[in-house]
């Protein structure tokens, strides 16, 4: 069983950097899966933020790739999310997902983190 | 403004059955297999229809879903209560490079 986990800073400051990393258990990001982010604002629907494939190809939202990084940790089996510029617009609880190749839904999914941008 | 339109919410009594629309352009539903997800209160969402009508291992057959041109379409026949929750459609969009788009959501209710 895949099991995916959130962990990063609760509290990040306006014009700051949020960063998130995702551990991975049950799988190897080195397999032919998508690694993905994926936001939802208080109260709000869902988001896609940014995916990374096994050769460290990546994917990120149009409205959101200026400011967004999403980088692999092959030797801690860890996938991180770094968005930068942040504002109150920004606070969402984030989760990490995976998916197959093609155009395969995302199967499997973290609790989710919590992300406050707030001075 | 979410890519994908959804209703905001539906709601039926236990044993009715409710339908989610969907509704998207060629660039996206109009090309690609539409995929639906269930979210509890507090809890990540979970995989519940793929690939326009396919259901996961271990989710109920009383939820199906179809497609049609741009639009996307959840079926809950036989509500129960734990079917309250929020569902939200999803699908790549070819256009701009390309990327995952949602709908706003649609919150169930059962009366």
């Known amino acids: 069983q895949v099991q995916l986990q959130e962990s990063g800073p609760g509290l990040v400051r306006p014009s700051g950097t949020l960063s998130l990393t995702c551990t991975v258990s049950?799988?190897?990001?080195?397999?032919?899966?998508?690694w993905s982010w994926i936001r939802q604002s208080p109260g709000k629907g869902l988001e896609w933020v940014g995916e990374?494939?096994?050769?460290?190809?990546?994917n990120y939202n149009p409205s959101l790739k200026s400011r967004v990084t999403i980088s692999a940790d092959k030797s801690k089996n860890q996938f991180s999310l770094e968005v930068t510029s942040v504002t109150a617009a920004d606070t969402a609880v984030y989760f990490c997902?995976?998916?197959?190749?093609?155009?395969?839904?995302?199967?499997?999914w973290g609790q989710g983190a919590l992300v406050t941008v707030s001075s | 403004q979410s890519v994908l339109t959804q209703p905001p919410s539906a709601s039926g009594t236990p044993g009715q059955r409710v339908t989610i629309s969907c509704s998207g352009s060629s660039s996206n539903i109009g090309s690609n297999f539409v995929n639906w997800y269930q979210q509890l209160p507090g809890t990540a969402p979970k995989l519940l229809i793929y690939?326009?009508?396919q259901r996961p291992s271990g989710v109920p057959d009383r939820f199906s879903g179809s497609k049609s041109g741009t639009s996307g379409s959840l079926a809950i026949s036989g509500l129960q209560s734990d079917d309250e929750a929020d569902y939200y459609c999803a699908t790549w969009d070819a256009s701009l490079n390309g990327y995952w788009v949602f709908g706003g959501g649609t919150k169930v209710t059962v009366l």
């Open positions: 049950g799988d190897s990001i080195s397999s032919g899966k998508w």
């Open positions: 690939a326009d009508n």
């Open positions: 997902a995976t998916r197959g190749t093609g155009y395969y839904p995302f199967t499997y």
């Open positions: 990374i494939y096994r050769s460290g190809s990546t």
